[in-house]
């Protein structure tokens, strides 16, 4: 079992920017690949950024590539999204979820058996 805890969100302006953390607890948080995820009100959970378990391999959607940066720290159980030049179409509730696995950075949410419960982020214009 992985237990994740989502943190950092919050009201920004257009342009501005949040860093996200997702810790990590339970299992050996290195042999997980990480995900960010996002849900907007009457939409579909849909992916956002992954890293792989030594941050070697990391995708992003096409809508955040560019603005945002995922990364983690093993020894701090933490992954992270730098959210730069943020648009009002941002807003949405965050997830950070665990892969089964440590080596693929996936944008599927099947391939994710963990998740947190979510940080709300509003942008606005």
């Known amino acids: 079992q992985v237990q994740l805890v989502e943190s950092g969100g919050g009201l920004v302006q257009a342009g501005g920017s949040l860093r996200l953390s997702c810790a990590a607890s339970?299992?050996?948080?290195?042999?997980?690949?990480m995900g960010w995820f996002r849900q907007a009100p009457g939409k579909e959970r849909e992916f956002v950024a992954a890293i792989n378990w030594n941050g070697g391999s990391t995708y992003y959607a096409d809508s955040v590539k560019g603005r945002f940066t995922i990364s983690r720290d093993n020894a701090k159980n933490t992954v992270f999204l730098q959210m730069n030049t943020l648009k009002p179409e941002d807003t949405a509730v965050y997830y950070c979820?665990?892969?089964?696995?440590?080596?693929?950075?996936?944008?599927?949410?099947?391939?994710?058996?963990?998740w947190g419960q979510g940080t709300q982020v509003t942008v606005s214009s």
């Open positions: 339970g299992r050996a948080f290195s042999r997980h690949a």
């Open positions: 979820a665990a892969d089964r696995t440590p080596l693929r950075a996936a944008n599927s949410r099947g391939d994710y058996d963990y």
